[in-house]
């Protein structure tokens, strides 16, 4: 069989949403799985509805997906140009054949194709079977001179030698007037693959780009990893067939295929994206943990003034990454790692003095520092054990109103790793510092 060939087609036409990004994928994990090429070719021919700021954020996101495309704008590739814009002299070649093959005709300015009449059946990929017949000749060029759609559509697929189309349910309607015009020009039917719907996270219907947790752009600047967004848009229509949920792309890679696809529709779970991107983050690497969630503090502003030392920034993160449920919970989590200037959480502090003497147990934690080996959480475990054995009383005796006096709250990372991170000096401040106005 001929290398296969796919495209993903998108229209710039507003901001770039999960249904198109899923599209995306499937056609890239298709080309992947097959060793085809996957092709980007940019359905901009409506001039009023199109922007190049649109036509970025598409880009942008499929760059932040790592849905790197062979073909297409910024990629070059012989079957170009890739942005339908620039394809008119294409565009009326393809009319001037089909002129002369008597299969057009003018009406009120516009210029109409001829249908067969024939019924059109497809053996859809993911469907299977099915058939439908158009009924009425249809304007394939509007008066204005602007071809439309359907007429551009099949002319590039023909044009660049795309084997599979691969797009969402929602063009299924359209596919035998695209059949019709295939035949018309004596060329083979692409196979095609509709892919179900994605529908909204409550109630009946389609998740449309209005809705709540639809843009891909928001993921990006939320601190998302794109890898679990990846792995959730797999998910949605299509599955190992195992239980597994949390896969490798490369695993993906290898497994994907369209008649795996799923037949029903697919509902849009924000909780289980969450969850997924929650997953991704606790086994996230310390280098990747590390570049990733300092790229995005920056990004939200933090450390305007003054950016911390990396090596110090470093420790913080990844002694917070487990107890993260996403990198936007950091910039609330971390604060008081860089400032002096905390206040003491009032409930937490009124719950600490309700029993036993919690500014003697700091006391004596104050005055084990100078001797203390900071070198690990467990050196530092087994001081604060030690402790507890000769006072007779419990480790939580010295850890919750030291975490007060350290973090300003109740909870946080590891005790023994706060201690460590923070340092002999900035712990020793802050017991001091509790011990005379807590
Ligand atoms: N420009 C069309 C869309 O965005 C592409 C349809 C197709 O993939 O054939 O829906």
New binding site residues.
């Given amino acids: 069989m001929s290398q296969v060939r796919v495209r993903f087609?998108?229209?710039p036409t507003g901001f770039f949403h999960i249904g198109s990004a899923r599209t995306a994928l499937f056609n890239w994990l298709y080309a992947r799985h097959t060793g085809g090429v996957f092709i980007l070719r940019v359905?901009d021919t409506d001039q009023s509805r199109n922007s190049e700021e649109f036509l970025n954020l598409i880009y942008n996101s499929l760059r932040w997906l790592g849905l790197d495309w062979d073909e297409g704008p910024q990629a070059g590739g012989v079957f170009g140009p890739y942005r339908q814009s620039e394809r008119g002299h294409i565009y009326k070649d393809y009319l001037e054949r089909l002129k002369a093959s008597g299969r057009t005709y003018e009406k009120d300015g516009a210029t109409l194709f001829r249908i067969s009449g024939q019924p059109q059946v497809i053996e859809d990929a993911i469907r299977g079977r099915v058939e439908r017949t158009e009924e009425k000749d249809f304007v394939i060029v509007r008066s204005d001179g602007n071809p439309v759609?359907h007429f551009v559509?099949v002319v590039d697929d023909i044009a660049m030698q795309v084997t599979h189309?691969i797009?969402?349910e929602d063009?299924l309607s359209n596919t035998s007037k695209h059949t019709e015009l295939f035949k018309a020009f004596g060329a083979p039917l692409p196979v095609y693959a509709h892919i179900p719907l994605i529908l909204k996270q409550n109630g009946p219907g389609k998740m449309s780009k209005r809705d709540q947790g639809a843009l891909i752009e928001e993921y990006q600047k939320r601190g998302f990893l794109p890898e679990a967004l990846v792995n959730f848009l797999c998910l949605l229509g299509w599955s190992p067939k195992d239980d597994r949920e949390k896969l490798p792309i490369a695993e993906i890679v290898k497994l994907f295929d369209l008649p795996g696809v799923n037949q029903s529709n697919a509902r849009f779970d924000e909780k289980k994206l969450s969850h997924m991107n929650m997953v991704y983050l606790h086994a996230l690497e310390p280098d990747r943990c590390f570049s990733f969630a300092r790229d995005y503090l920056y990004s939200q502003g933090l450390f305007a003034a003054a950016r911390p030392e990396d090596a110090y920034l470093r420790e913080v993160i990844l002694l917070c990454q487990p107890k993260l449920r996403a990198f936007e919970d950091l910039p609330g989590f971390i604060g008081y790692f860089f400032t002096e200037d905390f206040s003491y959480d009032a409930k937490a502090r009124e719950k600490i003095f309700s029993k036993g003497d919690p500014k003697a147990r700091v006391g004596e934690l104050l005055a084990a520092l100078p001797e203390a080996d900071f070198s690990s959480d467990a050196t530092l475990e087994a001081l604060v054990q030690a402790l507890a054995a000769t006072h007779a009383v419990a480790t939580g005796d010295y850890i919750h109103p030291s975490r007060l006096a350290l973090s300003g709250g109740s909870v946080g990372p590891s005790f023994y790793g706060l201690l460590r991170v923070l340092g002999r000096e900035r712990v020793s401040r802050r017991l001091e510092r509790f011990l005379a106005t807590a």
Avoid: D, I, L, Y
């Fill in positions: 087609a998108p229209s359905e759609f559509n189309v797009r969402g063009h």
